[in-house]
């Protein structure tokens, strides 16, 4: 019988990682958030988001050297919470990133609609699918090493972004928009605080992806000493890419110049003058997709399998190819995606926020999982420090903050009011069915 092979490195994990956070939340989410929040309102989300990603990173950590396993936090909180939690844990991920990558696929083919406006969304999105596809069937080595080279593009590209935005703001480059200098604007926050919790769901999805490094570490060499590794040098370059880029886009681009569907990227580029610069950004963007899909196929095929292989669901997705990856798992995550992306072509311009607010959800509950599963770690390994539990209370409030926070808003409600019914229902099966012997979840 196959089994996952350990061919990945630190810069993979690094990159898949990225790869997973630097997509269509960074790209085009940020439009939104502006628009609610106002400058100095969406700085302040992304801070508050950077710090909650660090302290579920700490958490995650400390977690994933424990249990290098291919299932990630659905092995923690199998172990360190319930059974029923951890089933939880895997289908709210599962479904978050099948609903992530059909946005990915659909964002990609609203952008590409820049240059073709006569080609149909679907038919990009087709072409996207072959090519992620193909890249998830070979083996986990030759998949990092596709994944890096595509995240290695939009991390040099939102480097670039960053210094041409700040040779704007200094008038060495010219520019149609005008930096936004006066005090009475940068401070302007359309809603108040409200705003700014109301948009941390959307902030955390564009976070989302980190988690990733817990499944690889399950694919990967000598996880003891890499995933530690990996982890810290992920989140502070992140967090210096996303507010550095954030800044930026505050200072050049007016509120009332969001706009959900068009990338607040191409926007700042287009005003600069500087020949094609919008059409290479938008060519940057579509890369940016296509890894973060690749990414997305990635995580929901590992946590499929991980299902499979714990609770007996879908015994066909336990099976590996030759090289160690899961063929079968692969396919029924990209049909859930499918299913995600029609949406997109009856409805392409309301269904992409709620798209993201539901994936936005799935990923609180899996960061709410993780802190409770240090917590408990924590518990029962017998520490008796009180400032140890900190990081996992406060990462577990902040969660439970943004949650409820999104009630207040008619865009993104339907977040909380479709995942939280989805979870308590899909617990509430597996502990009824695990207690008549069905499901056979991990307890190690």
């Not at 200098?181 to 605080?193: R, Y």
């Not at 902040?398 to 229902?425: E, H, K, W």
Request: charged share 10%; proline share 4%.
């Amino acid at each position: 019988m196959s089994q996952f092979k350990r061919g990945m490195e630190s810069r993979h994990v690094m990159m898949l990682s990225f790869g997973g956070v630097i997509g269509t939340g960074l790209f085009l989410s940020t439009g939104y958030t502006l628009q609610q929040a106002g400058p100095v309102g969406t700085i302040i989300s992304y801070i508050i988001g950077a710090l909650l990603v660090y302290i579920v990173m700490k958490c995650m950590g400390a977690l994933a050297v424990s249990h290098p396993d291919v299932g990630g936090f659905h092995t923690y909180a199998n172990i360190y919470i319930h059974p029923s939690i951890g089933h939880v844990v895997a289908w709210s991920y599962w479904l978050c990133w099948t609903i992530a990558l059909g946005s990915e696929i659909t964002a990609g083919g609203i952008l590409f609609q820049k240059w073709f406006p006569e080609v149909p969304v679907w038919l990009f999105s087709l072409i996207f699918i072959v090519i992620i596809v193909l890249i998830n069937f070979t083996s986990s080595k030759i998949y990092g090493e596709t994944e890096f080279w595509l995240s290695l593009v939009k991390v040099l590209a939102i480097m670039m972004f960053i210094v041409i935005g700040l040779l704007v703001l200094f008038n060495v480059l010219p520019s149609e928009l005008k930096p936004v200098t006066q005090s009475e604007k940068l401070l302007d926050v359309p809603n108040g605080m409200f705003g700014i919790f109301v948009t941390m769901l959307a902030v955390n999805y564009a976070f989302s992806g980190t988690e990733l490094i817990a499944i690889a570490a399950g694919e990967t060499k000598n996880p003891e000493t890499v995933i530690p590794k990996t982890i810290r040098a992920t989140v502070w370059r992140l967090a210096l890419l996303f507010i550095g880029t954030i800044i930026v886009m505050v200072l050049l681009l007016p509120t009332n110049k969001a706009n959900l569907l068009g990338s607040p990227f191409v926007s700042v580029l287009d005003s600069v003058g500087i020949p094609y610069a919008g059409d290479i950004m938008n060519f940057v963007i579509l890369t940016a997709l296509l890894s973060a899909a690749n990414s997305g196929l990635y995580a929901s095929s590992r946590m499929l399998w991980s299902l499979s292989e714990r609770d007996h669901v879908f015994n066909i997705a336990r099976n590996l190819n030759k090289n160690g990856m899961p063929v079968n798992a692969t396919l029924i995550s990209l049909v859930g995606a499918l299913l995600s992306l029609l949406s997109s072509v009856i409805a392409p311009e309301t269904v992409y926020l709620v798209l993201v607010s539901v994936a936005g959800f799935a990923v609180v509950v899996v960061w709410m999982s993780i802190c409770v599963a240090r917590f408990n770690q924590l518990k029962r390994s017998g520490e008796t420090k009180s400032s140890a539990y900190i990081l996992p209370v406060i990462g577990f409030t902040l969660c439970l903050i943004s949650t409820i926070g999104v009630l207040f808003d008619p865009n993104q409600r339907l977040a909380t009011l479709i995942g939280l019914p989805f979870c308590i229902i899909v617990g509430l099966i597996h502990y009824i069915v695990k207690r008549r012997g069905v499901f056979n979840a991990a307890t190690r």
